[in-house]
């Protein structure tokens, strides 16, 4: 089981992302090797058209999901298209990377997109079987097994208007105490 596995939660654009990456950054500086994917919107001319992938320790970007794909036959999700093929070519990898050779593994974000891959799944569940350092962000509503035994089995912090700026901090501060 992971060293510490702390997943946010909380309302679309209410910043997880965004704290996802400072707690990257903030890892960084204090020395610590950090591995995984995050997710992030894709936007065309103000509108939010997809979601793209990236991989925190190479930078290879892919697309998760795109509303104007023109590709038949794969997994919906709401308007977006789902590309399982970059899921698992960039978070999957990314994940499994990271559960190898991190210190801390992060993966942004476990929802109903990247879901959709049974590697997806796998993967996290490897990395939570890691002895590893995990942060990661799980959709809200999601019904997902997967997403129940987290929210059963590791520490959820619902990221608010109040706190969306001392977590990050909070996090670093009990994932590098831990690792001392």
């Known amino acids: 089981m992971c060293a510490s596995c702390i997943f946010l939660t909380g309302q679309p654009g209410i910043g997880k992302t965004t704290a996802i990456r400072l707690i990257v950054r903030e890892l960084e500086k204090r020395g610590k ?3 995984g994917m995050i997710s992030s919107e894709i936007r065309e001319d103000g509108e939010r058209v997809g979601f793209q992938l990236e991989d925190i320790s190479t930078h290879r970007m892919g697309t998760l999901a795109h509303s104007r794909s023109k590709s038949s036959d794969v997994p919906i999700v709401g308007k977006y298209q789902v590309n399982i093929f970059e899921i698992e070519r960039i978070g999957v990898a990314a994940i499994r990377n990271a559960a190898n050779e991190a210190d801390v593994i992060i993966i942004d974000e ?18 939570l079987a890691s002895k590893k350092a995990l942060v990661g962000t799980i959709h809200r509503h999601s019904a997902h097994q997967l997403v129940s035994s987290i929210k059963s089995n590791y520490r959820i912090i619902e990221v ?5 700026a001392r977590v990050p901090f909070e996090i670093v501060d009990e994932i590098t105490g831990q690792m001392s």
């Open 160 to 164: 608010d208007l109040q706190n969306r």
């Open 110 to 127: 476990i929802g109903p997109m990247e879901l959709k891959s049974t590697q997806f799944v796998l993967a996290v569940e490897f990395a």
């Open 33 to 35: 090797t950090v591995g």
